[in-house]
Protein backbone atom coordinates (compact mmCIF):
# COMPACT_ATOMS: atom_id res chain seq x y z
CA UNK A 1 0.00 0.00 0.00
CA UNK A 2 1.29 3.48 -1.28
CA UNK A 3 0.73 6.56 -0.07
CA UNK A 4 -0.70 8.92 -3.21
CA UNK A 5 -1.73 12.41 -3.18
CA UNK A 6 -4.95 13.69 -3.84
CA UNK A 7 -4.80 16.05 -6.96
CA UNK A 8 -8.74 16.15 -7.72
CA UNK A 9 -11.64 15.84 -5.20
CA UNK A 10 -15.15 15.52 -7.19
CA UNK A 11 -18.67 14.62 -6.05
CA UNK A 12 -21.54 12.16 -7.74
CA UNK A 13 -22.29 11.44 -11.29
CA UNK A 14 -19.22 12.48 -13.11
CA UNK A 15 -19.98 11.21 -16.76
CA UNK A 16 -17.85 10.74 -19.20
CA UNK A 17 -18.69 14.08 -21.06
CA UNK A 18 -16.64 15.64 -18.26
CA UNK A 19 -13.76 12.85 -18.29
CA UNK A 20 -13.21 13.08 -21.64
CA UNK A 21 -15.50 15.97 -24.14
CA UNK A 22 -17.64 14.16 -27.17
CA UNK A 23 -15.99 17.03 -29.30
CA UNK A 24 -12.60 15.29 -28.85
CA UNK A 25 -13.83 11.84 -29.78
CA UNK A 26 -12.42 11.64 -33.04
CA UNK A 27 -9.27 11.25 -31.24
CA UNK A 28 -8.77 7.73 -30.70
CA UNK A 29 -5.32 6.33 -30.32
CA UNK A 30 -4.53 5.53 -26.45
CA UNK A 31 -1.39 7.63 -27.34
CA UNK A 32 -2.84 10.55 -28.42
CA UNK A 33 -6.14 10.31 -26.11
CA UNK A 34 -4.43 11.59 -22.55
CA UNK A 35 -3.76 15.57 -23.85
CA UNK A 36 -7.90 15.82 -23.67
CA UNK A 37 -8.43 14.80 -20.03
CA UNK A 38 -11.11 16.44 -18.22
CA UNK A 39 -10.65 19.21 -20.90
CA UNK A 40 -13.02 21.67 -19.98
CA UNK A 41 -11.59 21.62 -16.48
CA UNK A 42 -8.61 23.26 -17.92
CA UNK A 43 -6.62 24.15 -14.97
CA UNK A 44 -6.70 21.06 -13.82
CA UNK A 45 -5.95 19.79 -17.61
CA UNK A 46 -3.07 22.21 -17.80
CA UNK A 47 -1.50 20.88 -14.82
CA UNK A 48 -1.41 17.72 -16.29
CA UNK A 49 -0.08 18.90 -19.88
CA UNK A 50 2.49 20.17 -18.11
CA UNK A 51 3.64 17.21 -16.39
CA UNK A 52 2.77 18.68 -12.99
CA UNK A 53 0.61 15.91 -11.90
CA UNK A 54 2.85 12.43 -10.81
CA UNK A 55 1.72 9.19 -11.67
CA UNK A 56 -0.11 7.13 -9.47
CA UNK A 57 -1.60 10.71 -7.87
CA UNK A 58 -5.74 10.04 -6.86
CA UNK A 59 -8.80 11.40 -8.39
CA UNK A 60 -11.31 11.00 -5.46
CA UNK A 61 -15.32 10.76 -6.63
CA UNK A 62 -18.39 9.73 -5.37
CA UNK A 63 -21.37 7.79 -6.53
CA UNK A 64 -21.45 6.51 -10.37
CA UNK A 65 -18.16 8.22 -11.65
CA UNK A 66 -17.76 7.62 -15.29
CA UNK A 67 -21.47 7.39 -15.75
CA UNK A 68 -22.42 8.16 -19.64
CA UNK A 69 -21.41 7.10 -22.85
CA UNK A 70 -19.28 3.85 -23.62
CA UNK A 71 -16.10 6.15 -25.09
CA UNK A 72 -13.03 4.03 -24.08
CA UNK A 73 -11.22 7.46 -24.50
CA UNK A 74 -12.40 8.29 -20.89
CA UNK A 75 -10.45 5.55 -19.78
CA UNK A 76 -7.22 5.68 -22.19
CA UNK A 77 -6.69 9.31 -21.34
CA UNK A 78 -6.32 8.80 -17.45
CA UNK A 79 -4.72 5.98 -18.35
CA UNK A 80 -2.41 7.75 -20.39
CA UNK A 81 -1.53 9.95 -16.65
CA UNK A 82 -1.63 6.46 -14.50
CA UNK A 83 -4.14 8.28 -12.60
CA UNK A 84 -6.01 6.14 -9.94
CA UNK A 85 -9.57 6.56 -9.20
CA UNK A 86 -10.84 5.84 -5.82
CA UNK A 87 -14.57 6.49 -6.13
CA UNK A 88 -17.67 5.41 -3.95
CA UNK A 89 -19.01 3.43 -7.40
CA UNK A 90 -18.81 3.09 -10.68
CA UNK A 91 -20.85 3.06 -13.70
CA UNK A 92 -20.51 -0.29 -15.35
CA UNK A 93 -19.25 0.26 -18.99
CA UNK A 94 -16.51 2.74 -17.20
CA UNK A 95 -15.54 0.17 -14.93
CA UNK A 96 -15.11 -2.21 -17.49
CA UNK A 97 -12.94 -0.30 -19.37
CA UNK A 98 -11.01 0.41 -16.97
CA UNK A 99 -10.26 -3.34 -15.92
CA UNK A 100 -9.91 -4.13 -20.06
CA UNK A 101 -6.84 -1.50 -20.29
CA UNK A 102 -5.90 -1.51 -16.82
CA UNK A 103 -6.61 1.71 -15.22
CA UNK A 104 -5.78 1.34 -11.59
CA UNK A 105 -9.29 2.03 -9.89
CA UNK A 106 -10.81 1.17 -6.35
CA UNK A 107 -14.31 1.13 -4.80
CA UNK A 108 -14.52 2.67 -1.44
CA UNK A 109 -18.20 3.15 0.14
CA UNK A 110 -18.39 6.42 1.71
CA UNK A 111 -14.77 7.74 0.97
CA UNK A 112 -13.85 11.10 1.53
CA UNK A 113 -11.03 13.28 0.50
CA UNK A 114 -9.89 17.01 -0.54
CA UNK A 115 -7.07 17.77 -2.75
CA UNK A 116 -4.11 17.88 -1.27
CA UNK A 117 -4.91 14.97 1.06
CA UNK A 118 -2.32 11.89 1.19
CA UNK A 119 -4.04 8.44 0.57
CA UNK A 120 -2.98 5.09 0.76
CA UNK A 121 -4.96 3.02 -1.78
CA UNK A 122 -4.83 -0.88 -0.75
CA UNK A 123 -7.18 -3.62 -2.45
CA UNK A 124 -9.11 -4.23 0.76
CA UNK A 125 -8.67 -0.59 2.44
CA UNK A 126 -8.40 2.95 1.52
CA UNK A 127 -7.15 5.27 4.60
CA UNK A 128 -6.95 9.11 4.04
CA UNK A 129 -3.58 9.42 5.81
CA UNK A 130 -4.33 13.19 6.73
CA UNK A 131 -7.58 12.90 7.92
CA UNK A 132 -6.83 9.76 9.70
CA UNK A 133 -10.41 7.87 8.37
CA UNK A 134 -10.56 4.53 7.04
CA UNK A 135 -12.64 3.36 4.34
CA UNK A 136 -12.84 -0.41 3.08
CA UNK A 137 -12.45 -1.11 -0.52
CA UNK A 138 -15.00 -3.35 -2.37
CA UNK A 139 -13.41 -6.38 -3.99
CA UNK A 140 -13.43 -6.83 -7.83
CA UNK A 141 -15.20 -10.28 -8.93
CA UNK A 142 -12.77 -13.39 -9.71
CA UNK A 143 -13.70 -12.97 -13.22
CA UNK A 144 -12.77 -9.20 -13.80
CA UNK A 145 -9.51 -10.22 -11.79
CA UNK A 146 -8.16 -12.46 -14.12
CA UNK A 147 -8.46 -9.94 -16.93
CA UNK A 148 -6.13 -7.38 -15.02
CA UNK A 149 -3.70 -10.63 -14.34
CA UNK A 150 -3.45 -11.49 -17.84
CA UNK A 151 -2.35 -7.32 -18.68
CA UNK A 152 -5.35 -6.65 -19.91
CA UNK A 153 -7.93 -7.45 -22.21
CA UNK A 154 -5.89 -7.40 -25.44
CA UNK A 155 -3.70 -9.86 -23.78
CA UNK A 156 -6.04 -12.13 -22.01
CA UNK A 157 -7.97 -12.64 -25.43
CA UNK A 158 -4.71 -13.26 -27.25
CA UNK A 159 -4.14 -16.07 -24.73
CA UNK A 160 -7.32 -17.52 -25.50
CA UNK A 161 -7.17 -17.02 -29.17
CA UNK A 162 -3.80 -19.01 -29.02
CA UNK A 163 -5.32 -21.76 -26.60
CA UNK A 164 -8.25 -22.20 -29.29
CA UNK A 165 -6.01 -22.80 -32.12
CA UNK A 166 -3.62 -25.22 -30.22
CA UNK A 167 -6.61 -27.17 -29.44
CA UNK A 168 -7.14 -28.09 -33.18
CA UNK B 1 -35.18 -17.62 -14.79
CA UNK B 2 -36.15 -14.17 -15.73
CA UNK B 3 -35.69 -13.46 -19.89
CA UNK B 4 -32.12 -12.35 -20.02
CA UNK B 5 -31.62 -15.22 -17.60
CA UNK B 6 -33.21 -17.32 -20.46
CA UNK B 7 -31.27 -15.80 -22.99
CA UNK B 8 -27.91 -15.72 -21.48
CA UNK B 9 -28.32 -19.81 -20.59
CA UNK B 10 -29.02 -20.72 -23.91
CA UNK B 11 -26.17 -18.68 -25.77
CA UNK B 12 -23.90 -20.09 -23.18
CA UNK B 13 -24.75 -23.77 -23.62
CA UNK B 14 -26.59 -24.15 -20.03
CA UNK B 15 -29.71 -25.06 -18.94
CA UNK B 16 -30.05 -22.52 -16.79
CA UNK B 17 -27.60 -19.57 -15.18
CA UNK B 18 -28.45 -17.75 -11.63
CA UNK B 19 -27.38 -14.25 -10.11
CA UNK B 20 -23.76 -13.75 -10.54
CA UNK B 21 -22.66 -16.57 -12.41
CA UNK B 22 -20.04 -15.40 -14.56
CA UNK B 23 -20.76 -16.69 -18.36
CA UNK B 24 -19.62 -16.50 -22.02
CA UNK B 25 -22.14 -15.55 -24.05
CA UNK B 26 -22.30 -16.42 -28.21
CA UNK B 27 -22.37 -13.09 -29.62
CA UNK B 28 -25.60 -12.66 -31.76
CA UNK B 29 -25.11 -8.82 -33.64
CA UNK B 30 -22.05 -6.96 -32.79
CA UNK B 31 -22.56 -3.28 -33.33
CA UNK B 32 -20.06 -0.51 -34.05
CA UNK B 33 -20.12 3.13 -35.05
CA UNK B 34 -17.95 5.30 -36.14
CA UNK B 35 -15.45 3.90 -32.60
CA UNK B 36 -15.17 0.96 -34.82
CA UNK B 37 -11.77 3.23 -35.62
CA UNK B 38 -10.75 2.91 -32.21
CA UNK B 39 -12.02 -1.10 -32.46
CA UNK B 40 -10.28 -2.08 -35.81
CA UNK B 41 -6.75 -1.11 -33.88
CA UNK B 42 -7.28 -2.73 -30.79
CA UNK B 43 -8.53 -6.20 -32.81
CA UNK B 44 -4.89 -5.83 -35.14
CA UNK B 45 -3.15 -5.63 -31.74
CA UNK B 46 -5.16 -8.82 -30.47
CA UNK B 47 -3.48 -10.62 -33.23
CA UNK B 48 -0.36 -9.09 -33.23
CA UNK B 49 2.68 -11.61 -32.73
CA UNK B 50 0.45 -14.52 -33.01
CA UNK B 51 1.41 -15.22 -36.52
CA UNK B 52 -2.77 -15.59 -36.75
CA UNK B 53 -4.65 -13.99 -39.69
CA UNK B 54 -6.58 -10.88 -38.22
CA UNK B 55 -10.58 -11.77 -39.20
CA UNK B 56 -13.50 -11.54 -37.57
CA UNK B 57 -15.19 -14.89 -36.47
CA UNK B 58 -18.26 -13.83 -38.45
CA UNK B 59 -18.41 -10.96 -40.81
CA UNK B 60 -22.20 -11.75 -41.11
CA UNK B 61 -23.15 -10.60 -37.32
CA UNK B 62 -20.84 -7.54 -37.56
CA UNK B 63 -22.92 -4.59 -38.17
CA UNK B 64 -20.97 -1.08 -38.40
CA UNK B 65 -23.22 2.27 -38.95
CA UNK B 66 -21.87 5.79 -39.21
CA UNK B 67 -24.15 8.33 -37.39
CA UNK B 68 -22.02 9.88 -34.82
CA UNK B 69 -20.59 12.95 -36.99
CA UNK B 70 -22.43 12.52 -40.76
CA UNK B 71 -21.57 14.12 -43.06
CA UNK B 72 -17.70 13.99 -41.33
CA UNK B 73 -17.08 17.07 -39.07
CA UNK B 74 -13.11 16.98 -39.60
CA UNK B 75 -10.46 15.42 -41.69
CA UNK B 76 -9.68 13.19 -38.58
CA UNK B 77 -13.46 12.02 -38.37
CA UNK B 78 -13.24 11.63 -42.27
CA UNK B 79 -10.07 10.03 -42.48
CA UNK B 80 -11.28 7.57 -39.82
CA UNK B 81 -14.35 6.36 -41.75
CA UNK B 82 -12.18 6.06 -44.61
CA UNK B 83 -10.12 3.14 -42.80
CA UNK B 84 -13.02 1.76 -41.23
CA UNK B 85 -14.52 1.88 -45.08
CA UNK B 86 -11.46 -0.32 -46.36
CA UNK B 87 -11.61 -2.69 -43.13
CA UNK B 88 -15.33 -3.37 -44.13
CA UNK B 89 -14.47 -4.16 -47.75
CA UNK B 90 -11.64 -6.29 -46.99
CA UNK B 91 -14.04 -8.46 -44.93
CA UNK B 92 -17.26 -8.30 -46.91
CA UNK B 93 -18.98 -6.72 -44.05
CA UNK B 94 -22.86 -6.73 -45.21
CA UNK B 95 -24.69 -5.14 -42.29
CA UNK B 96 -22.41 -1.93 -43.10
CA UNK B 97 -24.32 1.34 -43.06
CA UNK B 98 -22.51 4.44 -44.65
CA UNK B 99 -23.87 8.04 -44.96
CA UNK B 100 -26.57 7.84 -47.28
CA UNK B 101 -30.13 9.06 -47.64
CA UNK B 102 -31.59 5.64 -48.69
CA UNK B 103 -29.96 3.03 -45.74
CA UNK B 104 -28.09 5.23 -43.26
CA UNK B 105 -29.05 6.78 -39.86
CA UNK B 106 -28.51 6.13 -36.24
CA UNK B 107 -27.11 2.75 -35.23
CA UNK B 108 -30.30 2.00 -32.82
CA UNK B 109 -32.32 2.70 -35.38
CA UNK B 110 -30.87 0.85 -38.58
CA UNK B 111 -30.25 -2.42 -36.68
CA UNK B 112 -34.40 -2.52 -35.89
CA UNK B 113 -35.43 -1.30 -38.89
CA UNK B 114 -33.46 -3.55 -41.28
CA UNK B 115 -34.46 -6.73 -38.90
CA UNK B 116 -31.29 -7.21 -37.24
CA UNK B 117 -31.91 -7.66 -33.83
CA UNK B 118 -34.27 -10.45 -33.08
CA UNK B 119 -36.17 -11.76 -29.97
CA UNK B 120 -33.71 -13.97 -27.60
CA UNK B 121 -30.63 -12.54 -29.11
CA UNK B 122 -27.13 -11.29 -27.40
CA UNK B 123 -26.74 -7.82 -28.79
CA UNK B 124 -23.50 -5.99 -28.19
CA UNK B 125 -22.58 -2.39 -29.45
CA UNK B 126 -20.12 -0.07 -28.56
CA UNK B 127 -22.43 2.71 -27.48
CA UNK B 128 -24.20 2.32 -24.13
CA UNK B 129 -27.95 3.20 -25.59
CA UNK B 130 -27.55 -0.28 -27.31
CA UNK B 131 -30.08 -1.00 -24.22
CA UNK B 132 -32.62 0.41 -26.81
CA UNK B 133 -32.40 -3.22 -28.87
CA UNK B 134 -33.76 -4.90 -25.55
CA UNK B 135 -37.22 -3.18 -27.35
CA UNK B 136 -37.34 -6.15 -29.37
CA UNK B 137 -36.96 -8.92 -26.45
CA UNK B 138 -33.20 -9.10 -27.15
CA UNK B 139 -30.63 -8.99 -24.56
CA UNK B 140 -28.69 -5.79 -25.35
CA UNK B 141 -25.54 -3.90 -23.67
CA UNK B 142 -23.07 -1.42 -24.40
CA UNK B 143 -19.21 -2.46 -24.22
CA UNK B 144 -15.90 -0.58 -24.51
CA UNK B 145 -13.85 -0.65 -28.00
CA UNK B 146 -11.39 -3.23 -26.27
CA UNK B 147 -14.34 -5.50 -25.60
CA UNK B 148 -15.67 -5.38 -28.86
CA UNK B 149 -12.43 -6.25 -30.63
CA UNK B 150 -12.25 -8.93 -27.99
CA UNK B 151 -15.44 -10.04 -29.22
CA UNK B 152 -14.69 -9.69 -32.86
CA UNK B 153 -11.50 -12.20 -32.57
CA UNK B 154 -13.79 -14.94 -30.25
CA UNK B 155 -17.16 -14.75 -30.98
CA UNK B 156 -17.87 -14.62 -27.46
CA UNK B 157 -18.05 -11.83 -25.18
CA UNK B 158 -15.42 -13.00 -21.99
CA UNK B 159 -16.80 -12.75 -18.47
CA UNK B 160 -20.48 -11.31 -18.16
CA UNK B 161 -21.55 -11.30 -15.22
CA UNK B 162 -25.55 -12.59 -14.86
CA UNK B 163 -27.20 -9.41 -13.82
CA UNK B 164 -30.04 -9.33 -11.41
CA UNK B 165 -33.28 -8.10 -12.32
CA UNK B 166 -36.24 -5.55 -11.62
CA UNK B 167 -39.38 -5.96 -12.69
CA UNK B 168 -41.32 -3.15 -13.80
CA UNK B 169 -44.63 -3.18 -14.53
CA UNK B 170 -46.61 -0.52 -15.89
CA UNK B 171 -49.89 0.03 -15.51
CA UNK B 172 -52.91 2.76 -16.93
CA UNK B 173 -53.51 4.40 -20.05
CA UNK B 174 -50.91 7.41 -21.20
CA UNK B 175 -52.98 10.49 -21.20
CA UNK B 176 -53.15 13.00 -23.84
CA UNK B 177 -49.83 14.76 -24.64
CA UNK B 178 -47.84 12.05 -22.82
CA UNK B 179 -45.37 9.22 -23.58
CA UNK B 180 -42.91 6.63 -23.29
CA UNK B 181 -40.06 9.60 -23.33
CA UNK B 182 -42.30 10.83 -19.94
CA UNK B 183 -42.67 6.94 -18.51
CA UNK B 184 -38.92 6.29 -18.98
CA UNK B 185 -37.96 10.19 -17.26
CA UNK B 186 -40.06 9.56 -14.77
CA UNK B 187 -38.78 5.93 -14.07
CA UNK B 188 -35.01 7.52 -13.95
CA UNK B 189 -35.56 10.16 -11.94
CA UNK B 190 -37.45 7.72 -9.08
CA UNK B 191 -34.45 4.80 -9.57
CA UNK B 192 -31.73 7.48 -9.43
CA UNK B 193 -28.90 7.91 -12.17
CA UNK B 194 -27.32 4.47 -10.33
CA UNK B 195 -30.21 2.84 -9.18
CA UNK B 196 -30.21 0.05 -11.81
CA UNK B 197 -26.24 -0.04 -12.17
CA UNK B 198 -25.62 -4.19 -12.80
CA UNK B 199 -29.39 -5.09 -13.13
CA UNK B 200 -31.97 -5.27 -16.11
CA UNK B 201 -34.96 -3.63 -16.32
CA UNK B 202 -37.74 -5.86 -17.56
CA UNK B 203 -40.59 -4.26 -18.56
CA UNK B 204 -44.39 -5.45 -18.00
CA UNK B 205 -47.62 -4.49 -17.52
CA UNK B 206 -50.72 -3.13 -20.16
CA UNK B 207 -49.56 0.12 -20.93
CA UNK B 208 -46.13 -1.67 -22.25
CA UNK B 209 -48.52 -4.26 -23.93
CA UNK B 210 -50.38 -1.45 -25.65
CA UNK B 211 -47.31 0.41 -26.73
CA UNK B 212 -45.84 0.03 -30.11
CA UNK B 213 -42.15 -1.11 -30.92
CA UNK B 214 -41.13 2.70 -31.69
CA UNK B 215 -42.28 3.24 -27.58
CA UNK B 216 -40.67 0.69 -26.32
CA UNK B 217 -37.10 1.44 -27.83
CA UNK B 218 -37.47 4.94 -26.26
CA UNK B 219 -38.22 3.26 -22.81
CA UNK B 220 -34.90 0.85 -23.56
CA UNK B 221 -32.83 3.37 -25.04
CA UNK B 222 -32.60 5.22 -21.48
CA UNK B 223 -32.65 2.20 -19.34
CA UNK B 224 -29.22 3.10 -18.78
CA UNK B 225 -29.51 6.40 -18.03
CA UNK B 226 -30.65 4.65 -14.53
CA UNK B 227 -27.22 3.13 -15.08
CA UNK B 228 -28.91 -0.39 -15.75
CA UNK B 229 -26.74 -2.87 -18.21
CA UNK B 230 -30.25 -3.22 -20.36
CA UNK B 231 -33.66 -2.83 -20.57
CA UNK B 232 -35.37 -5.29 -22.48
CA UNK B 233 -39.46 -5.86 -23.26
CA UNK B 234 -40.29 -9.61 -23.92
CA UNK B 235 -41.23 -9.88 -27.13
CA UNK B 236 -45.06 -10.27 -28.00
CA UNK B 237 -47.32 -10.00 -30.34
CA UNK B 238 -46.41 -6.65 -31.71
CA UNK B 239 -42.66 -7.59 -31.55
CA UNK B 240 -43.73 -10.19 -33.99
CA UNK B 241 -45.87 -7.24 -35.64
CA UNK B 242 -42.52 -4.75 -36.18
CA UNK B 243 -40.66 -7.82 -37.19
CA UNK B 244 -42.78 -8.62 -39.98
CA UNK B 245 -44.60 -5.45 -41.43
CA UNK B 246 -41.88 -2.94 -40.44
CA UNK B 247 -38.29 -4.91 -40.25
CA UNK B 248 -39.41 -7.06 -42.97
CA UNK B 249 -38.07 -10.65 -41.41
CA UNK B 250 -40.44 -13.26 -43.19
CA UNK B 251 -38.61 -16.01 -41.42
CA UNK B 252 -40.61 -17.64 -38.01
CA UNK B 253 -39.66 -15.70 -35.11
CA UNK B 254 -39.78 -17.21 -31.35
CA UNK B 255 -40.77 -14.92 -28.54
CA UNK B 256 -38.23 -15.52 -25.36
CA UNK B 257 -40.55 -14.51 -21.59
CA UNK B 258 -39.22 -15.23 -18.34
CA UNK B 259 -40.57 -18.56 -16.62
CA UNK B 260 -43.49 -18.20 -14.38
CA UNK B 261 -41.15 -18.60 -11.18
CA UNK B 262 -38.46 -16.28 -12.54
CA UNK B 263 -36.70 -13.93 -9.54
CA UNK B 264 -36.53 -11.06 -9.20
CA UNK B 265 -34.21 -8.54 -7.12
CA UNK B 266 -37.26 -6.45 -6.50
CA UNK B 267 -40.77 -4.80 -8.28
CA UNK B 268 -41.42 -1.65 -9.23
CA UNK B 269 -45.07 -0.56 -10.52
CA UNK B 270 -45.99 2.85 -12.32
CA UNK B 271 -49.58 3.77 -13.06
CA UNK B 272 -49.71 5.85 -15.94
CA UNK B 273 -53.09 7.18 -15.74
CA UNK B 274 -52.03 10.50 -14.11
CA UNK B 275 -48.77 11.09 -14.96
CA UNK B 276 -47.43 14.70 -16.33
CA UNK B 277 -45.19 15.61 -18.58
CA UNK B 278 -41.74 15.18 -17.23
CA UNK B 279 -38.33 16.98 -17.89
CA UNK B 280 -34.87 16.51 -16.74
CA UNK B 281 -33.58 19.15 -15.27
CA UNK B 282 -29.49 19.98 -15.80
CA UNK B 283 -27.07 18.78 -15.41
CA UNK B 284 -28.05 15.00 -14.88
CA UNK B 285 -30.83 12.70 -16.06
CA UNK B 286 -32.58 11.84 -12.51
CA UNK B 287 -33.07 15.16 -12.45
CA UNK B 288 -36.95 14.91 -13.39
CA UNK B 289 -40.06 16.66 -12.37
CA UNK B 290 -42.93 17.19 -14.20
CA UNK B 291 -42.83 20.06 -16.67
CA UNK B 292 -45.48 22.25 -15.21
CA UNK B 293 -42.46 22.93 -11.95
CA UNK B 294 -40.13 24.64 -14.76
CA UNK B 295 -42.86 25.82 -17.10
CA UNK B 296 -41.65 29.34 -18.51
CA UNK B 297 -38.28 29.60 -18.66
CA UNK B 298 -36.96 30.46 -22.00
CA UNK B 299 -35.40 28.26 -24.47
CA UNK B 300 -32.74 29.28 -27.22
CA UNK B 301 -32.60 26.08 -29.07
CA UNK B 302 -34.75 22.92 -29.46
CA UNK B 303 -34.01 19.64 -30.67
CA UNK B 304 -35.83 17.01 -31.89
CA UNK B 305 -34.67 13.94 -33.36
CA UNK B 306 -31.71 11.38 -31.66
CA UNK B 307 -31.90 7.32 -30.81
CA UNK B 308 -33.90 8.31 -28.35
CA UNK B 309 -37.05 10.14 -29.96
CA UNK B 310 -36.27 10.76 -33.80
CA UNK B 311 -38.72 8.10 -35.09
CA UNK B 312 -41.96 8.62 -37.26
CA UNK B 313 -44.14 9.23 -34.54
CA UNK B 314 -42.13 11.36 -32.82
CA UNK B 315 -42.24 13.11 -36.15
CA UNK B 316 -45.59 13.11 -36.77
CA UNK B 317 -47.00 14.65 -32.46
CA UNK B 318 -44.36 17.55 -33.38
CA UNK B 319 -45.79 17.96 -36.60
CA UNK B 320 -49.26 18.13 -35.57
CA UNK B 321 -48.22 20.77 -32.83
CA UNK B 322 -46.36 22.92 -35.45
CA UNK B 323 -48.43 22.77 -38.37
CA UNK B 324 -49.34 26.05 -39.62
CA UNK B 325 -47.84 27.88 -36.41
CA UNK B 326 -44.66 29.13 -35.85
CA UNK B 327 -41.55 28.55 -33.72
CA UNK B 328 -40.93 31.74 -31.10
CA UNK B 329 -38.89 34.40 -32.93
CA UNK B 330 -35.82 34.21 -30.29
CA UNK B 331 -36.11 30.07 -30.53
CA UNK B 332 -34.08 28.09 -33.31
CA UNK B 333 -36.03 24.36 -33.67
CA UNK B 334 -33.69 21.69 -34.78
CA UNK B 335 -35.00 17.81 -36.23
CA UNK B 336 -32.97 15.23 -36.78
CA UNK B 337 -34.53 12.24 -38.59
CA UNK B 338 -33.37 9.16 -36.74
CA UNK B 339 -32.63 7.49 -40.53
CA UNK B 340 -33.13 7.86 -43.80
CA UNK B 341 -36.37 5.91 -44.35
CA UNK B 342 -37.80 7.60 -41.25
CA UNK B 343 -36.57 10.75 -43.52
CA UNK B 344 -38.57 9.45 -46.39
CA UNK B 345 -41.69 8.85 -44.50
CA UNK B 346 -41.68 11.63 -42.75
CA UNK B 347 -41.39 13.87 -46.24
CA UNK B 348 -44.21 11.52 -47.46
CA UNK B 349 -46.27 12.11 -44.66
CA UNK B 350 -46.13 16.05 -44.93
CA UNK B 351 -44.65 16.06 -41.87
CA UNK B 352 -41.52 17.61 -43.21
CA UNK B 353 -42.69 20.59 -44.85
CA UNK B 354 -45.21 21.47 -41.59
CA UNK B 355 -42.09 21.67 -39.72
CA UNK B 356 -39.93 23.65 -42.32
CA UNK B 357 -42.78 25.83 -42.69
CA UNK B 358 -43.33 26.04 -39.10
CA UNK B 359 -39.51 27.57 -38.94
CA UNK B 360 -37.42 24.35 -37.83
CA UNK B 361 -34.08 23.42 -39.55
CA UNK B 362 -34.62 19.80 -40.60
CA UNK B 363 -30.93 17.97 -41.24
CA UNK B 364 -29.50 15.09 -42.21
CA UNK B 365 -30.47 11.39 -40.20
CA UNK B 366 -27.95 10.79 -37.43
CA UNK B 367 -26.92 12.03 -34.17
CA UNK B 368 -26.86 16.04 -34.51
CA UNK B 369 -26.13 17.50 -32.01
CA UNK B 370 -26.60 14.96 -29.34
CA UNK B 371 -23.13 14.47 -28.43
CA UNK B 372 -21.65 17.72 -28.81
CA UNK B 373 -19.30 16.62 -31.60
CA UNK B 374 -20.72 18.03 -34.71
CA UNK B 375 -23.59 20.63 -35.27
CA UNK B 376 -25.80 22.38 -33.34
CA UNK B 377 -23.62 24.05 -30.52
CA UNK B 378 -24.74 26.39 -28.10
CA UNK B 379 -23.96 29.70 -26.94
CA UNK B 380 -22.02 30.92 -23.40
CA UNK B 381 -25.41 30.73 -20.67
CA UNK B 382 -27.73 29.55 -23.45
CA UNK B 383 -31.04 27.27 -22.91
CA UNK B 384 -31.47 23.64 -25.18
CA UNK B 385 -34.54 21.37 -24.60
CA UNK B 386 -34.11 18.05 -26.19
CA UNK B 387 -36.23 15.05 -27.04
CA UNK B 388 -32.05 13.55 -26.72
CA UNK B 389 -31.23 11.13 -23.81
CA UNK B 390 -28.84 12.85 -21.80
CA UNK B 391 -27.66 16.54 -20.39
CA UNK B 392 -24.62 16.50 -18.50
CA UNK B 393 -22.89 19.64 -17.82
CA UNK B 394 -21.11 20.03 -21.46
CA UNK B 395 -22.64 17.22 -23.14
CA UNK B 396 -23.91 19.23 -26.48
CA UNK B 397 -20.65 20.33 -26.75
CA UNK B 398 -20.71 24.08 -24.48
CA UNK B 399 -20.32 23.62 -20.65
CA UNK B 400 -21.38 26.83 -20.07
CA UNK B 401 -24.72 25.98 -21.55
CA UNK B 402 -27.87 24.39 -19.25
CA UNK B 403 -29.51 20.86 -21.38
CA UNK B 404 -33.31 20.15 -20.42
CA UNK B 405 -34.81 16.71 -21.79
CA UNK B 406 -38.32 16.43 -22.54
CA UNK B 407 -40.69 14.19 -24.88
CA UNK B 408 -41.42 15.39 -28.54
CA UNK B 409 -44.92 16.88 -27.29
CA UNK B 410 -43.45 19.26 -25.13
CA UNK B 411 -40.52 20.26 -27.40
CA UNK B 412 -42.84 21.60 -30.00
CA UNK B 413 -45.28 23.35 -27.49
CA UNK B 414 -42.01 25.42 -26.01
CA UNK B 415 -41.18 25.92 -29.37
CA UNK B 416 -44.35 27.68 -30.04
CA UNK B 417 -43.84 29.67 -26.78
CA UNK B 418 -40.32 30.40 -27.06
CA UNK B 419 -39.99 28.55 -23.58
CA UNK B 420 -40.50 25.53 -21.59
CA UNK B 421 -44.76 24.26 -22.21
CA UNK B 422 -46.61 21.78 -20.96
CA UNK B 423 -48.35 20.72 -24.23
CA UNK B 424 -51.33 19.86 -21.87
CA UNK B 425 -51.88 23.64 -21.79
CA UNK B 426 -50.55 25.41 -24.92
CA UNK B 427 -50.29 24.07 -28.10
CA UNK B 428 -51.58 21.16 -27.54
CA UNK B 429 -54.14 19.58 -30.38
Known amino acids: MSAATVVLALGDDVSTDVIYPGRYMATVLPSETPQYAFADLGAFNARLKAGAVPAGSVVVAGKNFGCGSSREQAVSTLKGHELVIVAESFARIFLQNAINLGLRLVEARGVAAAEGDELAVGATEVVNLTSGRRFPATPLPAARQAIIDAGGLIAYTRRRLLARVERR | ?429
Open chain 2, 1 to 429: MTVVQRILARASGRASVAVGDVVEPAVDLAMSHENAALVINQFREIFRDTGLEARPWDPSRLAIIFDHRVPAESPKTATNQKRVREFVAAHGIAKFHDIRGDRGGICHQILPENGYVRPGAVVVGTDSHTTSHGALGAFAFGIGATEMASVWALGYAVNVEVPATIKVTVSGAMPPMVGPKDLILYLVGKLGAAGATFRVLEFHGPAIRAMPTSGRLTLCNMAVEAGATSGIVPADAETLRYLKEEAGVGEAVEPVGPDADAVYERAVDVDVSALAPQIACPHTVDNVRPVGEVAGRHVDQIVIGSCTNGRLDDLAVAARILKGRKVAADTRMLVFPASGRIYRQALAAGYVADLVEAGAVVMNAGCGPCLGVHEGALGDGEVALSTTNRNFKGRMGNPASDGYLCSPAVAAASALAGVITDPRAEGGR
